[in-house]
Every structure is written in C-alpha cells, then in structure tokens.
C-alpha cells in the first residue's frame, strides 16, 4: 500500500459489521479540538473494539516502522448538510506520542459525499481506504441525499521532539 493511494481495507461483509457495531452506540456530535472550529457537525461512535488493532499496527509500520499504537478509530455518519470543513488531524507538539498517518476507510457511500484532499481527489469505493499525513488538509463533504459512513484511524508514533 502506497499513500494516497486507495486500497481494499475492509471487505464488504466487515463494513457492514462495524456500522451494525457503531450502531448499537448512541451518538456523539463529531468535534475537535479547536472550539472557536464551526465547520464540523456530524455525529460519531468510537469503535472501542480492539481485537484487530495490532493488525493495523503492524500494516502502517509496513510503511514506516514508527508506529507504536493507534487512537481509538472512529465511526463517522454524514447525512445531508453534516460535514466537515478543510481541517488538519495534528496533535499539540507537546504530547508523547503524534498522529504520524491518517487512514480513511469508505463504510458505506451516499450520493454527493465524499473524502477531500486539498491536493488530491480521492475516490473510494465500499471497503477502500486511503492513507495520508496528518498534515494534509482534507474535508468530508456532505451528501445530497442517504448517509455516508466512514471509518478513520490514526496511527501514532512517540513525539521525538519530547525525548
């Protein structure tokens, strides 16, 4: 797997299972760190089911071997008007560990919605994911109609700036 490119992450039979899991989970309004940040409104469920993690782990170190564990993933729901503006995932440099990639996984698409980098445009497909920097600028648009779902994961890496 190469960034920013997309590739088969989930099989279609596992998407529908973690949008059955995050389902069974109230909602959460979809926030961020940056409170004075207005351009977020969909709803979120963490996917607190970790017997894959180690999995993942050992994928992103694939690319680079840096990475030590990965936030709890997250679930993200996009109906009509619910989006997310152009955004960084970084962290405060004053943390022990940094988001060091970004992987966006396609659970269930909707017409109109989709995953954009300001640098590239991304299609992807049930079960696609795409791995970026942090960094990178990027933004959920919202669909013109049913619900988009997607499944985010940040991989972390010790903050060498603190040690």
């Not at 973690?18 to 961020?32: C, H, L, R, S, V």
């Amino acid at each position: 797997m190469t960034l920013y490119e997309p590739f088969q992450f989930l099989n279609p039979i596992e998407c529908d299972q973690i949008i059955e899991y995050a389902k069974q989970y109230p909602f959460k309004k979809g926030t961020t760190g940056n409170k004075s940040f207005k351009g977020r409104n969909n709803r979120i469920v963490w996917y607190e089911d970790s017997q894959r993690w180690k999995e993942w782990i050992e994928m992103f170190n694939k690319i680079e071997p840096v990475i030590d564990w990965i936030q709890t993933p997250q679930v993200a729901f996009y109906g009509p008007g619910e989006k997310y503006d152009w955004h960084v995932d970084t962290w405060p440099n004053y943390r022990t560990h940094i988001r060091h990639f970004t992987l966006t996984c396609e659970l269930q698409s909707a017409p109109g919605a989709k995953l954009e980098l300001e640098n590239k445009n991304i299609e992807l497909q049930k079960g696609q994911a795409v791995i970026f920097k942090p960094q990178d600028r990027h933004r959920a648009v919202s669909p013109t109609e049913g619900e988009r779902i997607s499944f985010t994961i940040w991989a972390m890496a010790l903050n060498l700036t603190k040690h």
